[in-house]
Structure formats: structure tokens, C-alpha cells
């Protein structure tokens, strides 16, 4: 009977805490009910239904312990199963955005290089970039790549060229321009601002 009580205690306890209470609590009722008998004039045996109390006890929530820790470990495989196929779909997916970001920079650089007006990519009034027209036109290699973009305008007209790059101005404009050698001429200028990712670009 005991035997059971204790295995009941603990296949029904939520926690080994609420187990060891229970426990003490039947401890001492079976201590405190055999010393009433013994007193009574019953000679009863009381520390085999003990043993057997607390052994049942801790073997029943052991039990229970580890069949709940192995439906967690069950519970935690699968969540992390699941965490890698989602980061694998997640890098499989970056892969083909940066193979198409390739491929469109690639198409781009066709474009540019077979147009025949030079383009010039600025970022924050800077060169990050130019095609062969304008090596050409300006006389510059890409060294130019890094260098303000005003220094491709001639003096006079500088504060205009800084004036709408600041202002993100789109349309056509005249202006002169400035070549590597000192020279200068009349030239028809088209700007698009417009985003790169997180970056904003201005083609001219």
C-alpha cells in the first residue's frame, strides 16, 4: 500500500519539490499512525513501508523526469531540423539574389561600356565609377574612381554642379566640363538619382 502511495506521489507530482512534500507528509503520517498503534498495543514493522514509500516515490518521478526530458530533447531536434532548413532555404535564397545582383552588375557594365555618351556613377559627390566613353571624353583612366565629382567641372561652374548634386536634381543641364589635361568643353549633363540597396547613387 505504501508502495503505491509513493508511486502515485510522484507519476502525479508537477516537480521533484511537490514530491519530497508529499512524501514527508505520508513519512510522517505513517510514523505518526504506527506510533498511535504501538501505543494502542499493535506491533507494527515501519521501516520497510518507509523504504518502500520513498523508493516508489523517486523511481516513479524519475521516471516521469526523464520521459519528459526525453520528449524535450525530441521537441528541441526537431525545432533545430527545422532552424537549419529554414537557413539553409534563407542562404540558398541569398545566394540567387547575389548571383542576379552579379548578373545585372554584369549586364550593366555591358551596357555602359558599349553606349558611346559617357556615364559616371556618384555616390555622396564622389566617383565610384565611370565607363570607357568617359576615359575617353575626359581623358582620364580610373584613376579618376575616388576623386570628387566636381573636379570634373570647370571653376566656373562648379558651385552649380555641387548645388545639384546637394539638391538631388534630375533633368538636363549645361555645363563645362573640365579634362585631366587642363582643357575644357561645352557638355549636355543627365542625372538619375537612384538606390542600390541600402546605397543612394546618382548615374550622370
Not at 549586364?107 to 559627390?125: H, K, N, T
Request: glycine share 6%.
Amino acid at each position: 500500500i505504501w508502495s503505491t502511495l509513493g508511486a502515485l506521489s510522484g507519476w502525479t507530482a508537477s516537480s521533484p519539490r511537490q514530491t519530497a512534500l508529499r512524501v514527508i507528509v505520508l513519512g510522517i503520517t505513517l510514523v505518526g499512525g504506527t506510533y498511535l498503534l504501538f501505543i494502542a498495543g499493535w506491533w507494527l514493522i515501519i521501516i520497510p513501508p518507509l523504504f518502500a514509500l520513498v523508493g516508489s516515490a523517486i523511481t516513479s518521478n524519475g521516471y516521469l523526469l526523464w520521459e519528459n526530458l526525453k520528449e524535450y530533447a525530441h521537441t528541441l531536434e526537431q525545432k533545430v531540423e527545422e532552424r537549419t532548413l529554414k537557413l539553409q532555404e534563407e542562404i540558398g535564397e541569398r545566394k540567387q539574389t547575389e548571383l542576379a545582383l552579379v548578373e545585372s552588375e554584369a549586364r550593366f557594365r555591358q551596357l555602359a561600356e558599349a553606349g558611346s555618351e559617357s556615364i559616371i556613377i556618384i555616390e555622396q559627390e564622389r566617383v565610384v565609377d565611370v565607363n570607357e566613353a568617359f576615359t575617353e571624353m575626359f581623358s582620364y583612366t580610373l584613376s579618376a574612381i575616388g576623386m570628387s565629382a566636381s573636379e570634373l567641372v570647370a571653376p566656373d561652374y562648379r558651385d552649380r554642379a555641387v548645388q545639384s548634386m546637394q539638391s538631388d536634381y534630375e533633368g538636363f543641364c549645361e555645363i563645362v566640363c573640365l579634362r585631366q589635361d587642363g582643357t575644357t568643353f561645352p557638355t549636355e549633363v543627365r542625372s538619375k538619382v537612384t538606390n542600390y540597396g541600402e546605397r543612394v547613387i546618382r548615374i550622370t
